[in-house]
Nanobody, 122 residues
Framework: QVQLVESGGGLVQAGDSLRLSCAAS????????MAWFRQAPGKARDFVAA????????YYADSVKGRFTISRDNAKNTVYLQMNSLKPEDTAVYYC???????????????WGQGTQVTVSS
């Protein structure tokens, strides 16, 4: 059973930074592509960032490119999302997702975490 647990969300002011973490268990972590999605109230769940098995390839939504960085530490079974220069429009529940081998930028991921709330005040 694959389990993904996000942490690191919180309430910050515009311009601040946060680092989200997603810890995986019950999985051969290095064989999974990992991604972050976010969902604001009443909105669809949107792609944020993804990273390939060994971290060699990363992908970002245009809205976060240059501000967010996805990384992974396979030895710790953890994927991170470093979020800098946060804006109020970044406010959402952020979800970690895992997919066997293949990076995708849609919601077609096999496993999902419970989400962590990020709120950015102006």
């Amino acid at each position: 059973q694959v389990q993904l647990v996000e942490s690191g969300g919180g309430l910050v002011q515009a311009g601040d930074s946060l680092r989200l973490s997603c810890a995986a268990s019950g999985v051969t972590f290095s064989r999974y592509a990992m991604a972050w999605f976010r969902q604001a109230p009443g909105k669809a769940r949107d792609f944020v960032a993804a990273i390939s098995l060994s971290g060699g390839n990363t992908y970002y939504a245009d809205s976060v490119k240059g501000r967010f960085t996805i990384s992974r530490d396979n030895a710790k079974n953890t994927v991170y999302l470093q979020m800098n220069s946060l804006k109020p429009e970044d406010t959402a529940v952020y979800y970690c997702a895992a997919n066997w081998l293949v990076v995708v930028t849609t919601t077609e991921y096999s496993y999902w975490g419970q989400g962590t709330q990020v709120t950015v005040s102006s």
